[in-house]
């Protein structure tokens, strides 16, 4: 054991840049070393996860052109 390790705060590499970065309470980008970094990731994130969320809004505008239409059709 040595108390030396358990003092000294933990080690992450930033998942964006692979900077050595500490993982502490006072660093609310952690894992990433910075706004930035985490600000780049998450774009990359919400670039995947957008395609995927758009899908059932596409739907629903589809849903909403359809009933548009049926209604048109109804109306005369
Ligand atoms: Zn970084």
């Known amino acids: 054991m040595t108390p030396a390790d358990s003092d000294r705060p933990l080690e992450v590499a930033c998942p964006q840049c692979r900077k050595k970065v500490r993982w502490s309470e006072d660093n609310p980008y952690r894992p990433f070393c910075s706004k930035r ?5 998450l774009g990359a ?3 995947e996860s957008h395609r995927i969320a758009g899908e059932p809004s596409m ?3 589809d ?5 548009a239409q049926a209604d048109r059709d109804g109306g005369s």
């Open 37 to 41: 970094c985490r600000l780049l990731d």
């Open 63 to 67: 849903i909403d052109a359809w009933l």
């Open 45 to 47: 994130w919400a670039d």
């Open 59 to 61: 739907d629903e505008a």
